[in-house]
C-alpha cells in the first residue's frame, strides 16, 4: 500500500488508529468537507480509494454523501454494507450491554 509503519501499532490492523487523521482511511470525501464514522468504517474494510470512488460515482445531487446513501444505492459490495451496521451495533452494546442482556466484563 506504500505506507512505512512508524511504530509499533499498525494502522492497517487498528480501527482505532486507522479512524485518526494520520491514520490509513484519512478523507474519505473528495471535496474535503471530512467524513463520517461510518463512511470511515467502510473505509476500513474496503479500502480508502473504493470508497472515495464509489462516493465520486453517485449521483447525489444534495452532496449528501452518507454510508446509507452509498447502502441503499448499493454503491459498496454486501460484505460492507453489512460489516459497517455489525460495528456500529457492537460499539452501541458495549456501551450499555446490561440493555441488551450482555454483563459488563472486568
Known amino acids: 500500500m506504500g505506507e512505512a509503519v512508524a511504530s509499533s501499532v499498525d ?22 468537507a471530512g467524513s463520517s ?3 470511515a468504517l467502510a473505509a476500513y474494510n474496503l479500502g480508502p480509494s473504493r470508497v472515495k470512488t464509489a462516493v465520486r460515482k453517485v449521483q447525489d445531487p444534495i452532496k449528501q454523501r452518507s454510508f446509507w446513501y452509498l447502502y441503499r444505492l448499493r454503491a459498496v459490495p454486501p460484505e460492507t454494507r453489512e ?13 450499555h450491554p446490561e ?3 450482555f454483563q459488563r466484563g472486568e
Open 11 to 32: 494502522a492497517h490492523r487498528s480501527i482505532q488508529s486507522s479512524l485518526s487523521p494520520n491514520g490509513v482511511v484519512g478523507n474519505v470525501q473528495p471535496d474535503g
Open 99 to 101: 440493555q441488551y442482556g
Open 83 to 95: 460489516y459497517v451496521p455489525k460495528v456500529i451495533a457492537a460499539m452501541i452494546i458495549g456501551r
Open 37 to 39: 464514522v461510518m463512511l
